[in-house]
Structures are given as structure tokens and as C-alpha cells.
């Protein structure tokens, strides 16, 4: 494997794949309603860009602007786009009929090609989201430095 390709970047490659897709399937379901949209649709589409944009932010601004990268902004983030694939995804499969609907080319087929592929963002951004929230976790409080001025090695408190 190439140098500087962990995981992560994966995940982040197979997700920009996933959302470009996305966005063509619910683009469709948005352009087949003509004069208006319903409005699970219109989430969804919303919650498509708003994921492009999230992941430009974790997958670029931190090997090319790491000043602008801040990890707590990042795993709120991936929490709230989280819940908004969760929320999205559910409220499309709920609105989108199940198997044995119109044609191979219908809006239905369409629809449920993209609650699939919501329901697959979301997972990996599930899954994201649990890697990057155990990685701040485990690197809480590990800021403080070791005082070694004491000569001795003299304990700084008599008891311990």
C-alpha cells in the first residue's frame, strides 16, 4: 500500500465515491417532481452537500491547512452528519415503497438505490464517528508536562 494511505483516507475516498453517487440519486428523485419536491428529498439533498463539505474538511484541511483543522470540531462534525444520514436515510425508506414498484428506470427504483447508499454513508459515517471519538478520548489530558526540577526525585506531596 502506498505511503500516507491509512485507513482513514480510505474511508474518506469510498465515502466522497458513495456521496457523488448519492447526489446523482437524489438529484433524480428531486428532478422527477417537477414543479416541487417532497420534502424527504429535499433533505436528503441538503444532507448530500452538507456531507461533501464535511469531508472535505476531514480528509484536505488537515494534510494541506492543519492550523485550520481542530479535533473537537471535526468529531462535532461527523456527530451531527451522523444523525442527519440516520434521520435522512430513515425518512426516505419510510417514504420510498418497497420492492415490486414501476419499471427499472422508475423514480422508485431510483429511491430505493438511494436509501441503499444512505443507509451505507451512514454507517461508514457511524463508523467514523466511533474511531474518531474513542482517538479524542484516549488523548484527553495527555497535555500536562512532567515537572522534572525536583532533585531527587522528591514526591510533591508528603502521603503519596
Known sequence: MA???DIFTIAHGVLALFLIIELGLVAALVDSWYHWSFDEHS???????????VVAYLALIPRFAARFFHALAALVLLVITTIFWFAGAIALAVHT?????GGFFSSCGVGIAAVVFAFFIWAIFLALTIFDTLTFLRSRGHNAHVDSTRAGGAKPYPGV
Not at 433533505?43 to 463539505?53: G, P
Not at 415503497?97 to 414498484?101: I, R
Open 3 to 5: 505511503q500516507g494511505f
Open 97 to 101: 415503497p418497497g420492492a415490486g414498484c
Open 43 to 53: 433533505f436528503l439533498l441538503f444532507t448530500v452537500i452538507w456531507s461533501l463539505l
